[in-house]
T-cell receptor, first 116, second 112 residues
């Protein structure tokens, strides 16, 4: 079945360590996104990519990095520079609007990162 | 820029009650509007959508109508079930922005 796979589902990290969250999609979507969700709050955009080898900062990019070397993959690295990384991270993909799509997002199941 | 304002929660209802969750927006250009639902511990999934004024999106008994004159997209359901307990997000996207804008989410709890 087509979809978005995020891994790991749960991750624990010590302070000062970098960690990489995986996001893979087999929907053949050009655009991919990373969101952060904190308890009781909405979604905040970290980074997004409309096409391979290109990505843009979202609203809260500081302390995070991404790469987009393949259409199917958009990994997110949470670096030691991120002051408060404990959160639920959501990856999403979509067909870009310029392809006359409605722009709806397809989400993965999420990765919960806890810094000890 | 674009913004979405959702009715603050949490909302607690008894089973079979009528549900309304308000959503208003501001947008540059002509947005497509969405409601997403998030069940505990999961990602979001699309509940319904509307792409132009006066369109009505519907799914699983939920409905929302794209009202351009009031810049609103209120979510309604005539009779909620316990299984509808979740967080509901209103969202929009415009061609010029290229990325979605979400409301803060409204937590719905339905009691038997």
């Amino acid at each position: 079945d087509g979809g978005i796979t995020q891994s790991p589902k749960y991750l624990f990290r010590k302070e000062g360590q970098n960690v990489t969250l995986s996001c893979e999609q087999n929907l053949n979507h050009d655009a991919m996104y990373w969101y952060r969700q904190d308890p009781g709050q909405g979604l905040r955009l970290i980074y997004y990519s409309q096409i391979v080898n290109d990505f843009q900062k979202g609203d809260i990019a500081e302390g995070y990095s991404v790469s987009r070397e393949k259409k199917e993959s958009f990994p997110l690295t949470v670096t030691s520079a991120q002051k408060n990384p404990t959160a639920f991270y959501l990856c999403a993909s979509s067909i870009p609007l310029y392809r006359a799509n409605t722009g709806e997002l397809f989400f993965g199941e999420g990765s919960r990162l806890t810094v000890l | 820029g674009n913004s979405v304002t959702q009715m603050e929660g949490p909302v607690t209802l008894s089973e079979e009650a009528f549900l309304t969750i308000n959503c208003t927006y501001t947008a540059t250009g002509y947005p497509s509007l969405f409601w997403y639902v998030q069940y505990p511990g999961e990602g979001l999934q699309l509940l319904l959508k509307a792409t132009k004024a006066d369109d009505k999106g519907s799914n699983k008994g939920f409905e929302a109508t794209y009202r351009k004159e009031t810049t609103s997209f209120h979510l309604e359901k005539g009779s909620v079930q316990v299984s509808d307990s979740a967080v509901y997000f209103c969202a929009l996207i415009t061609t010029n922005a290229g990325k979605s804008t979400f409301g803060d989410g409204t937590t719905l709890t339905v009691k038997p």
